[in-house]
């Protein structure tokens, strides 16, 4: 018998071959689909880069291990517009997307070049009462108090990124751009248009007479382009109602947490908004109330066993009612019962 010797670094080389998974691995696949839903629209299909950066070469802007990975998708990069998933994401999914971005490295992917294109596109889109419009979008944050935006970070104005180079100019910085990434904005045509913040979960303003001219961030018709800078969605038409003071929704007999969005489903057309709060789920169904100026947000919560309580900032507490519970001054308590399905309605406040 013929004894095979084989040399110690090709032995190390097989052995850590085998300890890394390759990027195509099947035990990578459920980071891979949680990239395809979360990711690719920045990053590219494939992590090859498009409005974010390459994610398969070995240029490292903010570490490149499995646990740099991860932080930076947990809290996110707010300067350069890259929100926190941990308010969507489990632990464990953001551990498998990070096994599955850690094994794309040095796939070295080429970067598609942007397609020359002639663009036309309508910047004033719109829904209306039988079918609502929703855009995921930036949205301006107007003057929001911080309690309101308790969870999002502080932007930072960052350095100039070339993509090509993978390099930061320090000296160039961009502007600031002041607004939220979470926005959900629904549009039931010239009635009502809201929007509600993702990090936040909850609804933070209110309007009517239009919705949102995309012209600084989509362009217009023919050939259209969007700024440089300062691209935000321009609201079109009347504010009528802004949310103001900390969270007010408590489930009783829980310590605060911080809300987890979830996602949405379509009832009727229109969006109902889900979120985790502690350990109760809570859904929320908004559309335009019986009068002009005003809403109706339609909650079922899940697990309340002893019930819950809002407690409304003195600027927002006059313009609600509410179909079941009991007031003392700005607090409304529901029992357990009442919990599992009813109706705040948000008048004008503006």
């Known amino acids: 018998m013929k004894t095979l010797a084989f040399p110690l670094s090709l032995m190390l080389a097989l052995s850590a071959a085998a300890a890394e998974p390759k990027a195509d691995a099947p035990e990578l696949a459920p980071g891979r689909a949680l990239f395809g839903q979360f990711c690719a629209n920045c990053h590219g299909p494939r992590g090859e880069g498009g409005t974010g950066p390459n994610l398969t070469d070995k240029i490292f802007l903010h570490g490149g291990s499995k646990e740099d990975i991860a932080k930076v998708i947990s809290q996110g990069i707010p300067?350069?517009?890259?929100?926190?998933?941990?308010?969507?994401?489990?632990?464990?999914?953001?551990?498998?997307?990070?096994?599955?971005?850690?094994?794309?490295?040095?796939?070295?992917?080429?970067?598609?070049?942007?397609?020359?294109?002639?663009?036309?596109?309508?910047?004033?889109?719109?829904?209306?009462?039988?079918?609502?419009?929703?855009?995921?979008?930036?949205?301006?944050?107007?003057?929001?108090?911080?309690?309101?935006?308790?969870?999002?970070?502080?932007?930072?104005?960052?350095?100039?990124?070339?993509?090509?180079?993978?390099?930061?100019?320090?000296?160039?910085?961009?502007?600031?751009?002041?607004?939220?990434?979470?926005?959900?904005?629904?549009?039931?045509?010239?009635?009502?248009?809201?929007?509600?913040?993702?990090?936040?979960?909850?609804?933070?303003?209110a309007w009517s007479g239009g919705f949102l001219n995309m012209k600084d961030y989509w362009g217009a018709d023919a050939g259209g382009e969007r700024k440089g800078f300062n691209y935000l969605p321009r609201m079109e038409g009347k504010l009528f109602f802004m949310t103001s003071g900390k969270e007010p929704l408590a489930i009783k007999g829980e310590e605060a947490a911080a809300p987890k969005f979830r996602g949405y489903r379509k009832v009727a057309g229109a969006p109902e908004f889900f979120y985790d709060l502690g350990k109760s789920r809570v859904h929320l169904l908004i559309r335009p109330g019986k009068d002009e100026g005003s809403l109706v947000c339609a909650y079922r919560i899940d697990a309340a066993p002893q019930g819950l309580s809002f407690t409304f900032d003195d600027k927002v507490r006059p313009a609600i009612s509410c179909d079941k519970g009991s007031w003392q001054g700005n607090v409304l308590s529901l029992s357990a019962a009442e919990a599992t399905a009813f109706s705040l309605t948000f008048k004008a406040n503006r």
């Open 79 to 205: 300067a350069k517009n890259m929100p926190a998933w941990s308010a969507i994401l489990k632990p464990e999914q953001i551990a498998q997307l990070s096994d599955f971005l850690h094994a794309q490295i040095g796939l070295n992917l080429k970067t598609p070049e942007a397609p020359k294109l002639v663009l036309s596109v309508n910047h004033l889109p719109k829904g209306t009462l039988e079918k609502p419009l929703l855009l995921r979008s930036f949205v301006e944050a107007y003057d929001l108090d911080a309690t309101v935006l308790a969870h999002h970070g502080l932007a930072e104005r960052s350095p100039d990124y070339n993509p090509a180079t993978g390099k930061e100019t320090p000296s160039k910085l961009y502007p600031l751009l002041k607004g939220l990434p979470t926005g959900n904005a629904v549009n039931f045509g010239d009635r009502l248009s809201y929007v509600f913040d993702g990090t936040e979960c909850r609804l933070l303003y």
